[in-house]
């Protein structure tokens, strides 16, 4: 679409620098901008973010019977199993997620952007944050590390997305905004309080526990973790809550920003 479009100004410059043409003004180049984008609209914002981060995107599944191998369709059992997401931010096959995502497993298996699947084990956790580190026994071919991003310039209103299997339907994404910085969560049993999170109101439900919260220029600024529901239904009313990236960074022993 961009080669397309700059022929078209090329040739509206050249014609305007021909002796007796008459001189290309910016109304002709508003028009010639409108109607190449018409012929052929660009990508939103959202699907270019997600087009840069899929390929580090994984569904993390915990078994949670040792009789379960996993073998089946994990949509099937989704509600007899611990079902969240990660991301890949080593390409080794480091990868973060919830720690309540794998907290008590038998077994953590992955299953990668490409449908490639491995076993993973637990190799950190940060409980103050409610983050594992999990490490991929096999990794798919040219595997993709995401992107990470400092928060310290984010602010409300900053536009965001969040990846991840929700239900176990996924990959899906969901386009919102930054809603507040700095919020303060108790877990519904109380047992588990988590401070310095991004709220935002990008969808998020059961099963995208894990998964980054990305803005649009593709970084992972925050990684899912829970959302308000005052009520028992545990679907999304508008308020979700990520641990920032620098948080999550450190679980995994990497440097600060």
Do not use: C
Request: a negative charge; charged letters at 20%; proline letters at 5%.
């Amino acid at each position: 679409m961009a080669g397309a479009l700059f022929a078209t100004l090329a040739m509206l410059l050249v014609l305007g620098g021909r002796p007796g043409q008459r001189i290309i003004t910016q109304d002709d180049i508003d028009k010639a901008v409108r109607a190449s984008v018409e012929k052929e609209p660009l990508p939103s914002a959202a699907a270019r973010a997600y087009e840069a981060i899929a390929p580090s995107v994984v569904r993390v599944v915990g078994l949670m019977d040792d009789s379960d191998t996993g073998d089946d369709d994990a949509e099937q059992r989704a509600m007899e199993r611990s079902l969240g997401t990660g991301v890949v931010i080593v390409d080794n096959g480091t990868i973060l997620t919830n720690l309540h995502v794998v907290s008590g497993s038998k077994k953590v298996k992955l299953r990668f952007w490409n449908g490639h699947e491995s076993d993973a084990q637990i190799v950190g956790m940060q409980a103050e944050n409610d983050l594992a580190v999990l490490k991929a026994t096999s990794l798919p071919d040219d595997l993709q590390a995401a992107t990470m991003r400092s928060t310290a310039d984010l602010r409300s209103g900053d536009e965001v997305i969040a990846v991840g299997h929700p239900f176990g339907i996924g990959p899906s994404v969901s386009a919102g905004v930054v809603s507040g910085l700095k919020r303060e969560f108790r877990s519904p049993e109380g047992e588990t309080k988590l401070k310095n999170l991004i709220q935002f109101d990008a969808a998020a439900n059961p099963g995208n526990s894990g998964g980054p919260l990305v803005t649009m220029d593709g970084h992972v600024v925050g990684i899912v973790t829970a959302i308000l529901n005052p009520t028992e239904q545990r679907t999304f009313i508008g308020i979700g809550f990520a641990v920032p990236i620098e948080n999550a960074a450190a679980a995994a022993g990497m440097p600060p920003f």
